[in-house]
């Protein structure tokens, strides 16, 4: 059977023109994380312009929401194809991260370049801790809604010891989803055996090829591999990222100090578009240039893969139940991980007690009020530079 999207010649160029044109805004003037580019797709796909309707938004959302990936460029990839067929769903995709990816270079040049100075040293005292608040006030916001029952808190609070005892941030998330289907289905499987063809896949590092270009050390492909990577295996949002950049590159590979981590989150959070372009602040930190670049790419890669090619099975993940537990305790494990990695980052970022003042403000009126993430970190960029300039 055919998509519907195909039925309505969507390859055409004025729609092509037309997505790159609603997709560029986005992601332009796209500022607050994934609800707020939600909100304004919604706005711009169902009210202005009738692509879809809300109940078809409505579904994509939730298909969207448990791939691993990007949710909000997952759905910019979706609604972009729905309208232009396979030439919009890639054109849409880039169109929404190309401007968020050019902000971040130049960010990134300007950290390297003047991150030492007074000015830069300012922004970043003011803004990193203000990032913490941001963080911790999601944390809470998904732990309100992921921890349901008190058998999923407490594996929560399991995760979290897990973390700051270094386990693998995957094990973690994938092991919790699998505790919680054996427990929520243990008597059903006493009864009548466990289902069978259940498995949990493993994912195989690619080989890097043997001529390498490299850059200030880290060769390309090697930023590739790690960002595609992490491009499959993060579930939840950009924050469970910032766990496994911390997890990776921190802990392991030792391609950034935690200070340098703190940073790239405050570039990811002050930019617009999607929270994940943190890789490429990251990319160029390591590998220069052509490393923001590929890193980018790399990342972004399976969110247009998975969206095109498997994306018709996940509402059907919540019709069974073994599944759905799955689903369950992934999300929980996911929001401990975020609970251990926004506590790291506020040993790197809360060194006073201004910078204390700071991150609980952010928090606080993240909390109470829900204004535009842009506000309260560029609050926090000015106190920092007065701070610094006084």
């Excluded at 994934?34 to 309707?53: C, F, I, K, L, N």
């Excluded at 399991?158 to 427990?183: C, D, Q």
Aim: charged share 10%; proline share 4%.
């Amino acid at each position: 059977m055919s998509d519907p999207s195909d039925r309505q010649e969507p390859g055409g160029p004025g729609r092509l023109a037309e997505v790159a044109a609603v997709f560029l805004k986005l992601g332009t003037l796209g500022f607050g994380g994934p609800a707020a580019h939600v909100a304004m797709m919604r706005q711009e796909v169902v009210q202005r312009r009738a692509w879809v309707d809300e109940q078809e938004f409505v579904d994509a959302l939730g298909v969207t929401a448990v791939i691993p990936g990007p949710g909000s460029t997952q759905m910019a990839v979706y609604l972009a194809r729905r309208r232009a067929g396979w030439p919009g769903l890639v054109v849409g995709g880039v169109c929404f991260i190309l401007p968020a990816m050019l902000i971040v270079l130049g960010l990134a040049w300007a950290y390297v370049e003047y991150g030492t100075t007074t000015i830069g040293r300012g922004l970043l005292y003011g803004i990193t801790p203000v990032v913490v608040g941001l963080v911790a006030d999601a944390v809470l916001g998904l732990a309100r809604t992921a921890l349901r029952t008190v058998r999923l808190a407490v594996l929560a609070v399991l995760v979290l010891v897990g973390w700051f005892a270094n386990a693998p941030v995957l094990l973690l998330l994938l092991g919790t989803g699998a505790v919680e289907v054996a427990i929520a289905h243990a008597s059903r499987w006493r009864n009548h055996g466990a289902p069978a063809g259940v498995a949990l896949l493993g994912t195989a590092r690619m080989a890097a090829s043997a001529r390498e270009v490299r850059v200030h050390g880290v060769s390309l492909g090697e930023v590739f591999l790690e960002f595609l990577k992490l491009g499959v295996v993060v579930f939840g949002s950009g924050y469970v990222l910032f766990a496994y950049l911390q997890h990776d590159l921190v802990d392991h590979l030792h391609w950034l100090t935690p200070q340098q981590l703190v940073d790239a989150v405050a570039a990811g959070q002050v930019t617009p578009g999607p929270v994940f372009t943190t890789a490429t602040f990251v990319g160029y930190l390591v590998a220069g240039f052509w490393g923001g670049v590929v890193a980018t790419i790399a990342i972004f890669l399976p969110s247009f893969l998975l969206v095109a090619a498997f994306g018709w099975i996940i509402p059907h993940l919540r019709r069974w139940t073994w599944s759905a537990s799955m689903l369950d305790g992934i999300t929980a494990a996911a929001v401990a991980v975020m609970a251990g990695v926004t506590w790291d980052l506020a040993d790197v970022a809360v060194v006073d007690a201004l910078t204390a003042v700071l991150a609980v403000g952010a928090f606080v009126v993240m909390w109470r009020w829900k204004p535009n993430y842009l506000w309260v970190v560029l609050a926090g960029a000015a106190v920092g530079v007065v701070h610094a300039l006084v």
